[in-house]
């Protein structure tokens, strides 16, 4: 489990480090997440795909996440840590791009 979620230059962060945060045992299964919840999410700005290979799911394609995107999925997750993280990102949302639960 990871204690900080970073976004980049571009304010992004990678699917399965938010799913990390979240404390998904296998983190790739928030890519399922976000297909089915895929409308939604885009209304928030433009999911970006990246091809990958992680060994948990075989998935081909991980998505770049927005804080926006971030803060929805937690809202929708039901991951063991999802309350902890949502409350986090609500108090630090207008702070700086990297939260620490």
């Known amino acids: 489990m990871i204690t900080t979620l970073e976004f980049n ?5 990678e699917d399965v480090s938010l799913a990390k945060w979240l404390g ?4 790739t299964n928030i890519r399922k997440t976000i297909v089915k919840h895929r409308e939604e999410l885009e209304s ?3 999911l970006l795909e990246m091809p ?22 937690t809202a ?7 309350r902890l993280v949502r409350a ?6 207008a ?3 990297s939260w620490t639960a």
């Open 9 to 13: 230059e571009l304010d992004l962060c």
């Open 44 to 46: 928030y700005g433009e």
């Open 95 to 97: 702070v700086d791009r």
């Open 76 to 82: 929708i997750s039901q991951a063991p840590r999802a």
């Open 88 to 93: 986090e990102m609500i108090r630090r949302s």
């Open 52 to 73: 990958t290979q992680i060994d948990c799911s075989g998935d081909a394609v991980g998505f770049w996440l927005n804080p926006d995107h971030a803060l929805a999925l």
């Open 24 to 27: 998904l045992s296998c983190p």
